[in-house]
């Protein structure tokens, strides 16, 4: 999913997700949450390339923010 300066949210997880695999191509600050999140820089700051697992529960997303550009890849894992 592509991230900005303004906050970008993906679509829900599926019915079996409990937890996911994120990376991004630059550092992000990002949120899981229910509904539809909205992340702000002084969330969880995910460093850039370094792939990191994180519990949530079916249904959730996650939204991301940058301060340049970049690209978040979200990887659903059971």
């Given at each position: 999913?592509?991230?900005?300066?303004?906050?970008a949210t993906?679509?829900?997880?599926?019915?079996?997700?409990?937890?996911?695999?994120?990376?991004?191509?630059?550092?992000?600050?990002?949120?899981?949450?229910?509904?539809?999140?909205?992340?702000?820089?002084?969330?969880?700051?995910?460093?850039?390339?370094?792939?990191?697992?994180?519990?949530?529960?079916?249904?959730?997303?996650?939204?991301?923010?940058?301060?340049?550009?970049?690209?978040?890849?979200?990887?659903?894992?059971?």
């Amino acid at each position: 999913m592509a991230l900005t300066t303004t906050s970008a949210t993906s679509t829900a997880f599926g019915p079996q997700t409990y937890r996911v695999l994120l990376v991004a191509t630059a550092a992000c600050n990002i949120r899981i949450g229910d509904g539809t999140p909205t992340a702000v820089t002084t969330d969880t700051l995910l460093p850039a390339n370094f792939p990191m697992p994180f519990t949530c529960t079916p249904g959730q997303k996650v939204a991301g923010v940058t301060a340049s550009t970049a690209t978040l890849s979200v990887t659903e894992m059971w």
